[in-house]
Nanobody, 127 residues
Framework: QVQLVESGGGLVQAGGSLRLSCAFS????????VGWFRQVPVKEREFVAA????????VYADSVKERFTISRDNDKNTVHLQMNNLKPEDTAVYYCAAHQSISSGPLYSDEAKYAYWGQGTQITVSS
């Protein structure tokens, strides 16, 4: 079993920055590809970014490219999402998710591919 715990959410003004962290644990944390998703009420969950188990490959949603950066520290079993130049439309509950993969496995934007999920953390960007 894999456990994911997000932290770092909060309230920020437009143009500001926040860094989310996702601490993951379990039997084989080094085999996890990790992604971030977000969701606002009455909308479907939206892909934000994903990172491979080695950290060597990343992928972003177009809406966050050039503003968000995903990274990981495998010594600490933690993935970070650095969010800069935040906009009111970034307001959402952000979820960390993970799935087991071989090293060269694809990075998914489809939430159905992710077997493990954190509880979510709220980000509110005021205008």
């Amino acid at each position: 079993q894999v456990q994911l715990v997000e932290s770092g959410g909060g309230l920020v003004q437009a143009g500001g920055s926040l860094r989310l962290s996702c601490a993951f644990s379990g039997r084989t944390p080094s085999r996890l590809h990790v992604g971030w998703f977000r969701q606002v009420p009455v909308k479907e969950r939206e892909f934000v970014a994903a990172i491979s188990r080695s950290g060597g490959r990343v992928v972003y949603a177009d809406s966050v490219k050039e503003r968000f950066t995903i990274s990981r520290d495998n010594d600490k079993n933690t993935v970070h999402l650095q969010m800069n130049n935040l906009k009111p439309e970034d307001t959402a509950v952000y979820y960390c998710a993970a799935h087991q993969s071989i090293s060269s496995g694809p990075l998914y934007s489809d939430e159905a591919k992710y077997a493990y999920w954190g509880q979510g953390t709220q980000i509110t960007v005021s205008s």
